[in-house]
């Protein structure tokens, strides 16, 4: 090996062991994600009464809503990033974290709200239905509130493993109309994942590649079938200057990627069942 392929070989071995240091979540990191996660919720606990718009699609895309709603029929899955301000329009901080808002879409013809949530529902069978959950399973219910543990594997350069814990509660606003909200409860990164020496790191100590994770599901059956969109938001490390080669993909990427991957999935599985 020349000198100069051997010195950039042995750079990149050392910045990816620099990228494995841990960063852990701090609590005024914790605090901004949870503001912003109130007032995510807040507007779509607004937009989903009956007097809303319930999808946001229709109402805020960056597309217009008709012409969306008329791509989403065509079959096409549309997502956007998204930002939610604060009360005054501007923009919410997060002190040494990044927030990463996604929403996707989809219409499923003839499929039943019934169907979708039946699905989204069956944790027990999440590790059958999406490649990134290894584990699932439901760990209770009260009413329309449901509590999960999901194992997830992410990949993207790296490798990381964590196990979750997440409450969903589940609103029936009409017939035809339903949503709910999901926030992670707890979040912990597997060391050593499916070898002797495996162990759950303590909470908010590790990569910090995921921090927390909150879900928004909206179903609307309409049309001849039913209207499904997922906002997303997900709370990861800042990026190191140095080794944005390395860690920038996994941070920015795996969030949209795993919302893309959740949406078809779930649409594979509602058609096979039809």
Not at 46 to 57: C, D, H, M, T
Not at 66 to 74: P, T
Not at 177 to 180: G, L, M, T
Not at 229 to 242: A, K, Q
């Given at each position: ?11 990149a071995?050392?910045?990816s062991?620099?990228?494995a240091?841990p960063?852990?979540l701090?609590?005024h990191?914790?605090?901004d994600?949870?503001?912003y996660a ?7 606990i ?12 229709q ?6 809503g ?9 079959g ?5 990033r998204?930002?939610?301000?604060d009360?005054?329009?501007g ?7 990044l ?5 996707g879409g989809?219409?499923?013809q003839?499929?039943?709200?019934e169907d ?9 069978r999440h ?8 584990r699932?399973?439901l760990?209770g ?9 999901l ?6 350069v ?8 997440h ?7 009409a017939?035809h109309?339903?949503?709910?909200l ?30 927390a ?11 001849g079938?039913?209207?499904i ?14 080794l ?13 990627q795993?919302?893309?991957s959740?949406l078809e999935?779930?649409?594979?599985e509602?058609r096979a069942?039809?």
């Open positions: 090996m020349s000198r100069s392929l051997l010195s950039i070989a042995l750079l071995l050392s910045l062991s620099v990228a240091a960063r852990d701090e609590d990191t914790r605090a994600f949870d503001r109130a007032a995510t919720a807040a507007r779509v607004r937009e989903s009464q009956p007097a809303g718009s319930f999808l946001y699609l109402h805020a895309s960056t597309d217009n008709a012409a969306a709603l008329s791509r989403l029929r065509r096409e899955l549309i997502y956007e998204l930002e939610t301000r009360v005054n329009g923009e919410m901080e997060i002190r040494d974290g927030i990463h808002h996604w929403l989809m219409f499923l003839g499929v039943s709200v979708a949530l039946e699905l989204v529902q069956d944790y027990d590790a059958e239905i999406y490649p990134e959950v290894e699932s399973r760990l219910r009260r009413g329309d509130t449901l509590r999960s543990f194992r997830f594997r992410k990949h993207k790296i490798t990381v493993v964590m196990n979750t814990e409450e969903a509660r589940y609103v029936r606003v017939p109309r339903a949503y709910s999901s926030h992670s409860t707890r979040v912990q990164e597997v060391e050593d994942a499916g070898m002797a020496s495996e162990r759950e790191l303590p909470e908010g100590e590790g990569h910090g590649f995921m921090w994770m909150n879900s928004y599901w909206r179903f609307l059956e309409r049309d079938g039913t209207y969109e997922c906002e997303s938001i997900t709370l990861t490390r800042t990026i190191p200057y140095l944005r080669w390395i860690v920038r993909p996994f941070v920015n990427d795996v969030p949209r795993s919302l893309q959740l999935n779930t649409r594979e509602l069942n039809q």
